[in-house]
RNA sequence: GGCCCCGUGGUGUAGCGGUCCAACAUGCCGCCCUGUCAAGGCGGAGAUCGGCAGUUCGAAUCUGCUCGGGGUCGCCA
């Protein structure tokens, strides 16, 4: 060994004993005759000292010791004289009078500093990653990551989960995303896919009479990447045999407070996790996954705008769309700098603007709209509407004196984007959400099916095999949109962490939904051929879940990009700086493949 | 694919038509220093301003294209 105790361990109580340690050097502070090094590893901090009287040679060597130099010390552990302990450190009262210099590797100067409070650009901390996990809170990162995987593998082992690999390589099943694809040498032509998720394979597992299922799994999504998004991300990815919705959902809440309870005991939950039915989520939030932290819910004023007098509401409804606003408390006081940058937000949630309306605090001391003047109203519609229609929309949007509110017009979901995303970011920055309490809930009842347009046909809101609910079968054949899934996310503080459903087994019902996606026989037999053919000796009842590992650590971690919390993630153009990869392959491999590379003509 | 923001010594920023062969902090190098802990003092090196093409008497600064990074809409069953 080549060290008897980590650098951050030393304590007063181990004061006389010889001791070696290892570690990086973070910092020197030469004197002349003394010289200080801060040996840092992943435990801390550990200050040594070189003096020139009692160790000449190793005072000597430190010399000429630089950043980030491996070495490794012996020596004798010393209380600190008086005054001069370091409160801000857990070794702090004690330090190492060095008698043993070794230095073990020399490093070149790093291109940033190893501290936690740092400011580089993504790709040079993605280029030197290795460098960038040095930083004690990178490492924290990775730690609580792994706690949050031993927690979980124990809460579900405990349950009478069994932790179950399946293939990374596999087919295509060209539905969703992007597939990432691997060319087969020994079939010419022919490609594994990369799974989006182990969907299929975990329902065989059911069929197989595993019972219960989990693994850490890794799903790979050729899509574009977000804040929240990485080309290759983990699940926790659950199945269960003869289970209800309920059974599912009993889970999901005890394996969470786990997880809390286990890694961020500071924090609070709030438990039984509520239920919002996908449709209530929409219309209280304009959002299926809505930050439940703090109120300023979405109101509907389509029918006050309807025949408001102002053109570009009554052509908006004329043509199907909504009117929907919030309220800022107390922001009646926004200048027009403010509302403008507001303006730029939502237009970039993709909505085309944003009205907003003060509503001037000195009207009506009573606090109540009925004193409020055309005088107190500051709008760009002010000019446009009457009072009191101003007046209404303020009292269904919930809005009095002092306030501001913000509406916005246009087709459906592209309000309830922008308007959700507005939500947030006003939250945000009115500092509306507690950030010490983790506020879950289970969304619910989400409709079977969505129209997509580009399709011009329904498509599984969720994927294929979930279950519409009992009482609504008979919709699949009169009205698809109406149709109820036996489907769930799970969300914490406006951020998803994953979704699951009730699959069908029941054959009938697979063909209704197979038929009303669209699919005919030869693609479900290309795609799905090797589930159904499963389904076909015994399927138990079954549900399951996917979800998110890097979100839920993210949230734990309190960053907000889920890179923080990847040891090696990629950047938005799915580039690995540290490797460089993608790359190209040589042309030898490309002919074992027998691949043909067409220059793109860029 | 669309939109927005960013790109200046190693790192982070300032400068936004001439006064800039570029400023500040930190890091780096050298010397001094026996109680520091973001040590201190003194001295020094280091960027032709992401790239290309324009506009201009003159471009880090304006324009176009392009490359890279970030955010976001679409996309992500």
New binding site residues.
Partial sequence: MYRDMTCGEPRRTDTGKIITLAGWVH?R??????T?I?LRDFSGLM?V?F???SAPDAHALAGDL??EWVVQVKGTVQE??AG???A??PT?AV?LLVSELTVLNQSK?P???IEDDL??????RLRYRFIDLRRPRMYKNLKLRHDVIQVSRTYMAANGFLEIETPILLKSTP???RDYVVPSRVHPGSFYALP??P?QLKQILMVSGVDRYFQFAHCF?D?????D?QPEHTQIDFEMSFVEQDDVLQVLEELYTTILRETRPDLEVPTPFPRLTYAEAIERFGSDKPDLRFGMEVSRLTDIASGSGFGVFESVVASGGVVRAIVAPGCADYTRRQTDGLVEFV????AQGLIPIHISESAGKSGSLDEVTLDDIRSPIRNHVSLETLKEMARTAGAGPGDLMLIIAGPE?VVN?AIS?LRSEMGRRLELADPGVFRFVFVVDFPLFEWDDDRDGW??????FSSPRPQDVELLDSDPGAVIGQLYDLVCNGVELGSGSIRIIDRAVQEKVFGLIGHSPEEVAERFGQLLRAFEYGAPPHGGMGLGLDRIVMLLAGED?IREVIAFPK???A?DPLFDAPAPITQEQLDELSIRVVDSGG
């Fill in positions: 910092r502070r030469d004197h002349g005759g003394l200080f801060d200050q000292v003096n020139v009287d630089r950043s600190r004289r001069a302990e370091n801000d450190l702090g330090e100067t291109p940033f500093e400011h580089v650009a993504d790709e040079v539905e969703g995303a989006q998720s969907q999504r899509e574009d990447l977000r804040a998004r237009r970039s949630s993709g979901r984007v995303n498509a599984a809101t969720h994927h294929v990009n950047t938005q153009a580039v």
